[in-house]
């Protein structure tokens, strides 16, 4: 099993930081906003709004990670599926709702918001907004491998992204 390394993850954060970073502070403080929120509070108009700039943070994402070798790419997508599965969790899949594909959407958009965010609902599900999804984010860097060397990368990692595979997040 190859696990990322914290270099990996570092840049992983760092790259996703940097394409969120063009959109100036607005929707930057919201996404803070949304990771410090009191968890009892209504919060569907602040993600929605949030849902309406992954595409162009996704599009700076991608230009960001033009000039990458499979190898890079490789990594990144293996720094996604493990953050994907480790919140791939019942705790977290209560709070967002959704069919399988539904709740790996809604871990999508979790992961999409950035670190800070990603880690507030890790540590607290409750922070997960229902309703909330960004399917493109899911498998963006293996899209991009295959894109750009026709073929989905082989991450090594022994772990599966989609929902309910990670056992240690749905008791028995």
Same mark, same amino acid.
């Given at each position: 099993? =190859?696990?990322?390394? !914290? ?5 992983? %954060?760092a790259?996703?930081?940097?394409? %969120?970073?063009? $959109?100036g502070?607005?929707p930057?403080d919201? *996404?803070?906003?949304?990771? &410090?929120? /009191?968890?009892?509070a209504e919060?569907? @108009? ?5 849902e @309406?700039h $992954? /595409? ?5 994402? !991608? ?9 890079? $790419?490789?990594?990144? +997508?293996?720094? !996604?599926e493990? &953050?994907? #599965? @480790? =919140? +791939? *969790?019942a /705790? ?5 709702d959704?069919? /399988? ?5 809604a871990?999508?958009? =979790?992961? !999409? ?5 990603? @880690?507030?609902?890790?540590?607290d ?5 229902? +309703? ?6 899911c498998y963006?860097?293996?899209h991009? #491998?295959a894109?750009?060397?026709? +073929?989905h990368?082989e991450?090594?990692?022994? =772990?599966?992204?989609?929902s ?5 997040? %749905?008791?028995?």
């Open positions: 099993m =190859i696990l990322p390394t !914290a270099a990996e993850e570092a840049r992983f %954060w790259m996703l930081e940097n394409a %969120w970073a063009g $959109l502070p607005g930057n919201l *996404r803070r906003a949304l990771a &410090k929120r /009191d968890v009892s919060v569907f @108009e602040e993600a929605a709004e949030l @309406e $992954l /595409d162009t943070v996704l599009v700076a994402l !991608a230009s960001a990670c033009e000039g990458l070798s499979a190898e890079e $790419l490789t990594a990144l +997508d293996r720094v !996604a493990r &953050k994907l #599965h @480790e =919140i +791939d *969790r /705790d977290v899949q209560e709070v967002t959704g069919s /399988d594909d539904g709740f790996l959407y871990r999508g958009f =979790i992961l !999409a918001l950035g670190q800070e965010f990603y @880690e507030a609902v890790a540590r599900p409750r922070v997960a907004v229902q +309703d909330a999804e960004c399917e493109a984010f963006f860097f293996a991009l #491998h894109a750009r060397f026709g +073929d990368p991450t090594g990692s022994g =772990i599966s992204r989609e309910a595979s990670n056992p240690a997040g %749905w008791p028995r």
